[in-house]
T-cell receptor
Framework: EPEVTQTPSHQVTQMGQEVILRCVPI?????FYWYRQILGQKVEFLVSFYNNEISEKSEIFDDQFSVERPDGSNFTLKIRSTKLEDSAMYFCGIRQGAISEQFFGPGTRLTVL | KNQVEQSPQSLIILEGKNCTLQCNYTVSPFSNLRWYKQDTGRGPVSLTIMTFSENTKSNGRYTATLDADTKQSSLHITASQLSDSASYICVVTGFGNEKLTFGTGTRLTIIP
């Protein structure tokens, strides 16, 4: 199974601040995803990213969110002005294989105070 | 609206026993269905993935079934171990899109 790392493992921030979450796949991958999981709730799709473009996004992924792959390796999720309700685990996903096998990173726990 | 429902919500069984978890979905058109294991505070780990044409797939002590006609899947765990304690999540992908629809999961607890 490919290794995916995420940094930081835990981020604490003040409401209104910007945060950047990072995903680093070890191998070359073309398809990237971000998901979030609010404590006690199910995992929710945020966005998919292919060929340096957003291919699909959910209604959660509003103008406060953005993604990019600035150096061709790291895949980042930026939240421009965090809200209390952004507190959650954020998982990066990568895809490889003909039938869309997806693998998840260990997650970043974001706490907004 | 695409939905994935899982049952039971939680389950407690003795070590060594078998169990079966259920998943019903309404995602259409259907592409594939996956089962993931998620330990608390960790990312989901893939157990199985099945496409429309597959009706069973095994991964060690885990066996998943799929009935695409009734839109149901099950995950059977044989000879449970303490390390099987986790949440088991059913995830469905629709045909032609990238979005995964997650179930709420079954919280499985194995007791010695």
């Amino acid at each position: 199974e490919p290794e995916v790392t995420q940094t930081p493992s835990h981020q604490v921030t003040q409401m209104g601040q910007e945060v950047i979450l990072r995903c680093v796949p070890i191998s070359n991958h073309l398809y990237f995803y971000w998901y979030r999981q609010i404590l006690g709730q199910k995992v929710e799709f945020l966005v998919s990213f292919y060929n340096n473009e957003i291919s699909e996004k959910s209604e959660i992924f509003d103008d406060q969110f953005s993604v990019e792959r600035p150096d061709g390796s790291n895949f980042t999720l930026k939240i421009r002005s965090t809200k209390l309700e952004d507190s959650a685990m954020y998982f990066c996903g990568i895809r490889q294989g003909a039938i869309s096998e997806q693998f998840f990173g260990p997650g970043t726990r974001l706490t907004v105070l | 609206k695409n939905q994935v429902e899982q049952s039971p919500q939680s389950l407690i069984i003795l070590e060594g026993k078998n169990c079966t978890l259920q998943c019903n979905y309404t995602v259409s058109p259907f592409s594939n269905l996956r089962w993931y294991k998620q330990d608390t505070g960790r990312g989901p780990v893939s157990l199985t993935i099945m496409t429309f044409s597959e009706n069973t797939k095994s991964n060690g002590r885990y066996t998943a079934t799929l009935d695409a006609d009734t839109k149901q899947s099950s995950l059977h765990i044989t000879a449970s171990q303490l390390s099987d304690s986790a949440s088991y999540i059913c995830v469905v992908t629709g045909f032609g899109n990238e979005k995964l629809t997650f179930g709420t999961g079954t919280r499985l607890t194995i007791i010695p």
